[in-house]
């Protein structure tokens, strides 16, 4: 595989009010920065409970990196910290660093609601708010100030031909998100996942609640976005890991046990802990 | 401007940096609006004690606790004493919790067992809970022209063969401590039902079980299990309708007959401090203003009191019942 | 066995003593009341002692306009105290305190309230007045519309609030245009519940509202009020005016039964 990590083309350029546009699918690779997210020595706490200890991480950006391991290892306590959700819950503290691009996510002097507006985030259950599809999805924008009707509908059609959406819903975009299939709902969140344009979307377990249908469906998707997002996905089901990342880290109770290629990880791992919960032997 | 980057458009790349200048968050007036109004809402209640106290101190200071050991109330001559009027008030609620706690109690354990097909206990629920909607001054005006007939006819009956009781004692008024309280039983009997169900609802379903693997009956199950188990439920429901029949007002002043003299009869007039409150405000000047707010002090104090104790012994209730289940 | 069937026959007839009672009332409001019910009641002055003719239309405009005030004073106070709570702070002692505060105002009699604002606007002002009357009820439903808000706001789905805050929305985007229109049924019923309640009340606006003969010019003055009207006309010796007691009673069991049947259908669904 050719993989391109060097960041040749420096710094990404600042563009705004583009306009809508469908991806272009292309052969070429994108190139990558390798220390895009950086995680330094990260640990963090329920309460007095020490769920991740000293975890230490590299992920490039436009790739798509999976996190795996058993239930309660805490990938996804660990990716809910990208965009700071776990804030939300009290009492939790952490000691160590996350930064994005070099800088801190926990510096002060970074608000967490830009944070969370530049990352995207794609739950387990899906979470569509009770209005229509169109107001779910202008929803990031309206709370940006973005009210230029004619930007809100391409970013709809955009969004919604990027979740592979937009054929079955162009006809009802007012009617309630909640009379679509579950399939359909989650296809709808990473829609509007995507609306504001994120850098970066972090996927928690999102297919797990879909049917084999829905779910191919999804990591069909999951393929095509990584062109232009870097993603995160947890997942319990190491065959999509294996289908749709590129990078696969594997956590075992709070530490980070292995960290490399996908391929590399399910066919040749380092780790004898890392081999025993591919073959199954536990988690 | 680069747009792509081989071959695929750049989407918002920008740096994360810290000083993005696309957002700067606003201090949140909404959330200052909303603080304001939790503390509008403590400072409210004890804006009320506070204004109540200070409207009452010019009683307080001149008459002291005679106040409540007094038996004379006389606007008139400046003579103001409220035992009648607390004596009152005590017993008309008892003896409304008395009729009101049986009643309350059967109905409870009819919707909460299964005597009867869930639509019906759901409707008898509805009319119970529609009995507590029903206003204090529509009970007073059905009373005037229903209970007090009944009370005065049968009441007649009752001093003529056992009014050598105190109790009992003639004539009988239509206006009286009887009739109040009867009125009464029946609008603290919805929270009597309505607290104890919820108390027998609980009672985890391996208890029943238990009771009845061993060759209970039901009813022997009811008495020996359920309602032995729910009873601190019970208990506090029966506190918080006392306190809610104190503080009962219109249909009391309807129907008490308001006099201001101690008898021991059922059947003679009497008078709640709610009572007085209603039918003396409009009319008060000067010391008696004071002396009204005292009583109403009094009030507030005697059902604050029994409404805390019911709290208490309602919530010891809850985490009884759940170290059973 | 003969125990059983004589505790289930006893507990039968002891619900059904209850039943008569209401039933008794309900019939009397409606037989007494019915015969005078008609537009008029609703458009004319209350008569005079000793006359006849006329309505209560000036107790009901005055129980509307004391009813609108107490909302005005409550419904706001209630609400974003609710909002607090449960959004903002679920977890620290300034909602603690509010929620402690909110269950000891439930337990304040209702004359109580009317005492207060006697004490508050009328002896201040030196003058009986429908804003007293106002004051005194909303000190009322204040709890009520607190504690359903605060009910109805629990009621909204987690994940909302969830998928805001993902997309970058602040606390108040997210509790303003996500959860409280998610509540807004329930926090309606509940303001509903609260108003057929203050307009059956009487104690607390009959000695800050008083009454009045006549229809109501401005809110610094005495008005009249359906509930005070019956209170009023219920001791006097003359039968028309006992009869428009009891289709006042009418009015208001009416609007109770309504309401309440109303806050079972919209609020029942969203609990399950």
């Known amino acids: 595989m050719s993989n391109d990590y060097t960041s040749s083309e420096a710094h990404p350029i600042q563009v705004s009010n583009e306009t809508a546009l469908p991806y272009e699918l292309t052969d070429v690779v994108p190139p990558s920065e390798t220390n895009f997210i950086k995680v330094n020595d990260f640990r963090f706490f329920y309460g007095k409970k020490e769920v991740l200890h000293g975890v230490n991480l590299e992920i490039?950006?436009?790739?798509?990196?999976?996190?795996?391991?058993?239930?309660?290892?805490?990938?996804?306590?660990?990716?809910?910290?990208?965009?700071?959700?776990?804030?939300?819950?009290?009492?939790?503290?952490?000691?160590?660093?996350?930064?994005?691009?070099?800088?801190?996510?926990?510096?002060?002097?970074?608000?967490?609601?830009?944070?969370?507006?530049?990352?995207?985030?794609?739950?387990?259950?899906?979470?569509?708010?009770?209005?229509s599809i169109y107001g779910n999805i202008v929803y990031p924008l309206r709370i940006a100030g973005q009210g230029d009707r004619s930007m809100l509908d391409e970013t709809v059609e955009r969004c919604l031909r990027s979740a592979a959406l937009w054929d079955e819903v162009k006809d009802r975009l007012h009617e309630s998100a909640l009379g679509l299939s579950g399939g359909q709902m989650q296809r709808l969140c990473i829609a509007r996942a995507i609306a504001s344009r994120p850098e970066i979307l972090l996927m928690d377990e999102p297919c797990s609640a879909l049917d084999p249908i829905a779910t191919a469906k999804?990591?069909?998707?999951?393929?095509?976005?990584?062109?232009?997002?870097?993603?995160?996905?947890?997942?319990?089901?190491?065959?999509?890991?294996?289908?749709?990342?590129?990078?696969?880290?594997?956590?075992?109770?709070?530490?980070?046990?292995?960290?490399?290629?996908?391929?590399?990880?399910?066919?040749?791992?380092s780790k004898l802990q890392t081999e025993e919960y591919i073959t199954g032997r536990f988690g | 401007?680069?747009?792509?980057?081989?071959?695929?458009?750049?989407?918002?790349?920008?740096?994360?940096?810290?000083?993005?200048?696309?957002?700067?968050?606003?201090?949140?007036?909404?959330?200052?609006?909303?603080?304001?109004?939790?503390?509008l809402t403590i400072l409210l209640l004890a804006f009320i004690f506070g204004e109540i106290l200070l409207k009452a101190w010019p009683a307080i200071h001149q008459f002291g606790f005679g106040f409540i050991t007094g038996t004379q109330w006389s606007p008139n001559r400046g003579v103001f004493g409220v035992l009648p009027v607390l004596i009152g008030t005590v017993e008309?609620?008892?003896?409304?919790?008395?009729?009101?706690?049986?009643?309350?109690?059967?109905?409870?354990?009819?919707?909460?067992?299964?005597?009867?097909?869930?639509?019906?206990?759901q409707f008898i629920r509805f009319v119970v809970e529609l009995l507590a909607a029903i206003p204090s001054v529509v009970y007073g005006l059905w009373g005037v022209f229903v209970v007090i007939p009944l009370v005065q006819k049968y009441g007649t009956i009752l001093s003529d063969h056992f009014g050598f009781l105190p109790l009992f004692a003639g004539p009988a008024y239509g206006n009286s401590l009887l009739t109040a309280s009867l009125v009464l039983a029946l609008m603290v009997l919805p929270t009597i039902t309505?607290?104890?169900?919820?108390?027998?609802?609980?009672?985890?379903?391996?208890?029943?079980?238990?009771?009845?693997?061993?060759?209970?009956?039901?009813?022997?199950?009811?008495?020996?299990?359920?309602?032995?188990?729910?009873?601190?439920?019970?208990?506090?429901?029966?506190?918080?309708?006392?306190?809610?029949?104190?503080?009962?007002?219109?249909?009391?002043?309807?129907?008490?007959?308001?006099?201001?003299r101690l008898s021991w009869s059922l059947l003679s007039p009497s008078n709640t401090l709610s009572a007085l409150l209603a039918n003396q405000f409009s009319e008060a000047d000067g010391i008696q203003i004071s002396a009204l707010m005292y009583a109403a002090a009094l009030l507030v104090a005697l059902t604050l009191v029994v409404n805390i104790a019911g709290e208490m012994v309602l919530r010891q209730t809850q985490r009884a019942t759940s170290v059973l289940r | 066995m003969l125990r059983n069937r004589f505790l289930t026959g006893l507990c039968i007839a002891l619900s059904l003593l209850t039943l008569f009672p209401l039933i008794s009332i309900v019939i009397l409001v409606i037989r007494n009341g019915l015969p005078l019910i008609s537009m008029n009641l609703f458009t004319q002055l209350s008569p005079a002692p000793g006359l006849e003719g006329g309505g209560f239309g000036n107790a009901i405009m005055?129980?509307?306009?004391?009813?609108?005030?107490?909302?005005?004073?409550?419904?706001?106070?209630?609400?974003?105290?609710?909002?607090?709570?449960?959004e903002y702070a679920p977890v620290s002692p300034v909602s603690s305190a509010v929620r402690f505060v909110a269950k000891l105002l439930t337990g304040i009699p209702s004359i109580i309230c009317g005492v207060f604002a006697f004490a508050a606007v009328v002896m201040t002002s030196q003058h009986f007045s429908a804003i007293a009357g106002g004051v005194a009820l909303a000190?009322?439903?204040?709890?009520?519309?607190?504690?359903?808000?605060?009910?109805?706001?629990?009621?909204?789905?987690?994940?909302?609030?969830?998928?805001?805050?993902?997309?970058?929305?602040?606390?108040?985007q997210t509790i303003w245009r996500i959860v409280l229109p998610d509540a807004m049924p329930a926090i309606m019923?509940?303001?509903?519940?609260?108003?057929?309640?203050?307009?059956?009340?009487?104690?607390?606006?009959?000695?800050?509202?008083?009454?009045?003969?006549?229809?109501?010019?401005?809110?610094?003055?005495?008005?009249?009020?359906?509930?005070?009207?019956?209170?009023?006309f219920a001791s006097l010796p003359y039968a028309y005016h006992i009869k428009l007691a009891w289709s006042a009673s009418l009015v208001l069991v009416t609007l109770v039964t309504l309401t309440n049947i109303l806050s079972q259908m919209i609020f029942s669904p969203k609990q399950r």
């Open chain 2, 194 to 260: 309505a607290i104890s169900r919820s108390s027998l609802v609980v009672v985890p379903y391996s208890l029943r079980e238990g009771s009845y693997a061993l060759g209970a009956t039901r009813w022997e199950t009811i008495l020996g299990v359920i309602l032995p188990t729910a009873s601190p439920g019970i208990v506090a429901s029966a506190i918080l309708a006392f306190g809610r029949a104190m503080g009962e007002t219109m249909a009391v002043a309807m129907l008490i007959g308001n006099s201001q």
């Open chain 3, 189 to 232: 019923t509940g303001i509903m519940l609260a108003v057929s309640r203050a307009a059956g009340e009487t104690a607390p606006v009959l000695f800050t509202a008083l009454f009045s003969q006549n229809w109501i010019t401005s809110v610094f003055e005495p008005t009249a009020s359906l509930s005070v009207l019956i209170y009023n």
């Open chain 1, 218 to 269: 999804v990591e069909e998707l999951i393929i095509e976005l990584k062109r232009n997002f870097t993603i995160i996905i947890v997942t319990h089901n190491m065959h999509q890991a294996s289908r749709v990342s590129e990078l696969t880290a594997f956590f075992y109770l709070g530490n980070l046990v292995e960290f490399d290629e996908t391929r590399k990880i399910f066919t040749n791992p």
């Open chain 2, 92 to 121: 008309s609620s008892f003896l409304a919790l008395l009729v009101a706690l049986p009643l309350g109690l059967s109905i409870a354990l009819f919707i909460s067992e299964d005597f009867l097909p869930n639509s019906l206990r």
């Open chain 1, 60 to 131: 490039p950006s436009r790739r798509v990196t999976s996190f795996i391991g058993p239930s309660g290892c805490g990938k996804s306590t660990l990716l809910r910290n990208f965009n700071r959700m776990n804030e939300l819950i009290p009492g939790v503290r952490h000691e160590g660093d996350i930064t994005i691009h070099g800088t801190s996510i926990f510096d002060p002097s970074v608000e967490v609601i830009a944070l969370r507006r530049r990352i995207g985030m794609v739950f387990q259950k899906s979470n569509p708010f009770p209005m």
């Open chain 3, 62 to 86: 005055g129980t509307l306009v004391m009813v609108c005030i107490s909302l005005l004073l409550a419904v706001p106070l209630g609400i974003l105290s609710a909002v607090y709570i449960n």
């Open chain 3, 139 to 172: 000190i009322l439903i204040l709890p009520i519309i607190l504690l359903t808000s605060e009910q109805a706001l629990m009621g909204v789905s987690v994940s909302y609030r969830e998928a805001s805050y993902g997309v970058g929305a602040t606390p108040f």
């Open chain 2, 1 to 39: 401007m680069r747009t792509r980057i081989g071959g695929v458009p750049i989407l918002n790349t920008g740096t994360l940096s810290p000083l993005t200048p696309e957002y700067r968050r606003n201090p949140d007036f909404f959330k200052g609006a909303c603080q304001l109004a939790c503390i």
